[in-house]
């Protein structure tokens, strides 16, 4: 199982990025897809994740209400969409596969993308 993050970059506050992750080697029917971010100095942190069959969604307190995690079978693909961005977000955003349902307990362990930088201005 192969991972392709892509889509971080630099944003003012209040603007908008979509991340997108590529999933090869296996069909998202089968697995779940999260990401997760890293700031600088903090700890790895789960952002939100979503599971194609049910669909099935997580989303961490922070990022409720401004965050949307969607899937496309036909690409293979997950999608983050953030909107109404904050200094706070900023971090090293990293998709990760695995089996199991999406949920607050979900943690994968068997593939884990590169990462892609957000930034975000004050």
């Known amino acids: 199982v192969q991972l392709q993050a892509s889509g971080g970059g630099l944003v003012q506050a209040g603007g908008s990025l979509r991340l997108s992750c590529a999933v090869s080697g296996v069909n998202l029917d089968d697995v779940t897809v999260g990401w997760f971010r890293q700031a600088p100095g903090k700890e790895r942190e789960a952002v939100s994740c979503?599971?194609?069959?049910?669909?099935?969604?997580y989303y961490t307190d922070s990022v409720k209400d401004r965050f949307t995690i969607s899937g496309d079978g036909a690409e293979n693909s997950v999608y983050l969409q953030m909107n109404s961005l904050k200094p706070e977000d900023t971090a090293v955003y990293y998709c990760a596969a695995d089996t199991g349902l999406c949920g607050y307990f979900w943690y994968p362990v068997r593939s884990w993308g590169q990462g892609t930088l957000v930034t975000v201005s004050s």
């Open positions: 979503f599971s194609k069959k049910g669909p099935y969604t």
